[in-house]
């Protein structure tokens, strides 16, 4: 079993949402976060003072998948994503011990 | 229609009383006439009491919400409950202390500097119009009395904005309530009592101040200065980012500010006649054009027009325009309201930066900077031709080639700066031995909603 995180532009989670579920993956968690990789920030003004703003809102998205699942889901994640400009995010992929359905106590790669 | 009506009804009833010979005029037409003279009298008393009351609740508009949004909006998320509730607590204690004493010292008999105690408890202020009184004359002075507590409420409430962020609730209570009864009071019976040194009806220095410029603006903007220097700076000003957490609010705070301003100064008309219509007029114009100005001030400077430059540049014409509003002709109104959005923003983007001091809010550069230059143009452009407010045919402000009328504007400004520097000063000074005023550092890094209020402005979780 495999966790893919991917840190999205805010504007683009319809559409990773309605990819992976087109993928068949249909659990995930989406965070708001703030972050920045490459992304310069921006300038506000307030009373004319100026403010570089560099953590910039961001969406998370955390799914479980089976194995076999992987390239789909991070091709359904990076078609949906992508524009070509530096912000577009990053995905990371890491191995789970256990996956548990708390209704009822499901467990392994069924739970998911 | 319905006075004119009575009117004509009342002519032609004397006439036809004289005509017959008083002597022989039966009682029932002397007892009609008395009777009709009574109702002209009580509708117009009715007119003018209902746009005085509405005018005074339009006035309480501009502290709450008005001002508790637009500065709540201006101030960081952990802070917006906190500086809510200090325009409210004003709200509270001025009310009481202008029930008690603040009334009588305002506006009471005294001298040339400050009212007496006849009306503590507000004793012989009384609830019918006395045609004979100094102040109103078609209205109950109680009327008045209530008007006057919305300017006094407001004042007080002004000042939060310079020290926004890091002032303990306790002694800000304490130190605004003297202040109002130490400062406003005396200044706002100089302008506007009886006897008083400033007043335009009679005082020895005859300044025109048609709503408080001087009295409200000056004092609250000045004192807000003296007070932000003697506090210091909030915790990482000026390199932390200290945003508006919301110009939502304060958005929606300008413009009840912009709104209840047509009764701060159309209401100081004290009736619903032409001259409140000038106020009115004055009002709404010189607020465009100062949103205006400092729009433009702040797209060449900045390269963008922002929605906090354009409702700071509205608040600067509505404190502007304020002292002149019931003097000066609608073209002049625009005239004044583009020099304050200059003047005021150039005071917020360029003066401060060099001196460096945090006026959070900007109350001075905003209601000090605006009130001082408001007080001085309404020299240059008041004119009889809107309030002959020296005396029928006497020439009023530089408009009419009175031009001495801004040496006495001056003198007004110049007084309100120093009874406010000297009366703040004292105040804090004795306020910070005996309570203490600034936040400790990590109540002011929690935040004020949590530290005094224990409480948090937004909960996003529940």
């Given at each position: ?112 | ?47 003018d009491n209902a746009w005085m009351l509405v005018s005074a ?82 209205i109950?002075?109680?009327t008045y009395?209530?008007y ?119 209401g100081?008309?004290l ?192």
């Open positions: 079993m495999l966790k893919i995180e991917a840190v999205l532009q805010p504007s683009k989670l319809d559409a990773v949402k309605d990819a992976l579920l087109e993928a068949g993956i249909e659990g995930m968690t989406i965070l708001e976060a703030r972050g920045h990789g490459r992304q310069k920030g921006h300038t506000e003004f307030y009373r004319g003072r100026e403010y570089t703003v560099d953590l910039l809102p961001k969406v998370k998205i955390e799914i479980v998948v089976t194995d076999d699942l992987k390239e789909s889901a991070i091709q359904a994640i990076m078609g949906a994503a992508r524009t070509g400009r530096i912000g577009d995010g990053k995905i990371f992929v890491s191995r789970i011990d256990e996956a548990i359905r708390i209704r009822n106590d499901e467990r392994g790669e069924s739970a998911l | 229609m319905r006075i004119r009506c009575l009117q004509s009804f009342f002519f032609i009833a004397v006439l036809f009383a004289s005509s017959s010979g008083l002597a022989q005029t039966p009682p029932s037409t002397q007892s009609q006439l008395s009777a009709l003279q009574q109702s002209v009298q009580n509708a117009q008393t009715n007119a609740a339009l006035v309480l508009l501009m502290t709450g919400p008005g001002l508790a949004l637009f500065y709540g909006g201006l101030v960081r998320r952990k802070n917006i409950l906190g500086t809510m509730m200090q325009s409210f607590a004003m709200m509270c204690l001025v009310t009481i202390l202008w029930a008690v004493v603040g009334y009588s010292l305002a506006f009471g008999h005294g001298n040339a500097f400050i009212g007496g105690f006849e009306h503590v408890f507000l004793k012989n202020v009384p609830i019918n119009p006395d045609p004979q009184n100094f102040y109103v004359q078609t109950p002075e109680q009395m209530i006057q507590l919305m300017f006094a409420i407001i004042t007080p409430a002004l000042i939060t904005g310079a020290f926004a962020e890091r002032m303990r609730f306790s002694a800000m209570a304490v130190f605004l309530s003297l202040w109002s009864l130490l400062v406003y009071c005396p200044m706002a019976h100089m302008v506007w009592g009886v006897g008083g040194l400033l007043n335009s009806n009679g005082g020895r220095i005859p300044s025109l101040d048609f709503a408080g410029g001087t009295v409200v603006h000056i004092t609250s903007g000045v004192s807000a200065l003296i007070t932000a220097l003697y506090l210091g700076k909030r915790i990482g000003y000026p390199h932390t980012k200290m945003a508006p957490h919301s110009l939502v609010l304060s958005f929606i705070g300008a413009c009840l500010l912009w709104v209840g301003w047509f009764g701060f100064n159309a100081s008309a009736n619903p006649g032409p001259l409140a219509t000038s106020a009115f007029i004055n009002t709404h114009f010189a607020t465009a054009t100062a949103a205006l100005g400092w729009t433009i001030f702040e797209w060449l400077h900045n390269g963008k027009p922002t929605a906090l430059g354009a409702i700071s540049g509205a608040v600067a014409g509505l404190v502007a325009i304020t002292p002149a509003s019931g003097f000066v002709q609608p073209m002049s109104a625009l005239a004044i309201g583009l020099i304050a959005g200059f003047v005021c923003s150039f005071m917020v983007f360029k003066v401060k930066a060099v001196f460096g001091y945090d006026d959070s809010l900007d109350a001075f550069g905003v209601h000090g900077a605006g009130g001082t230059v408001g007080a001085l143009l309404t020299g240059i452009f008041a004119t009889q031709l809107i309030n002959p407010a020296f005396g029928k045919g006497v020439a009023t402000g530089g408009m009419d080639g009175h031009w001495g009328q801004i040496g006495n504007q001056a003198a007004g400004v110049a007084i309100s700066w120093a009874i406010s520097i000297v009366g703040t000063l004292v105040l804090l000074f004795i306020v910070d031995k005996v309570i203490g005023l600034r936040l400790a550092p990590e109540d002011e890094s929690e935040g004020l909603d949590l530290s005094q209020h224990g409480e948090e402005g937004y909960d996003f979780n529940s």
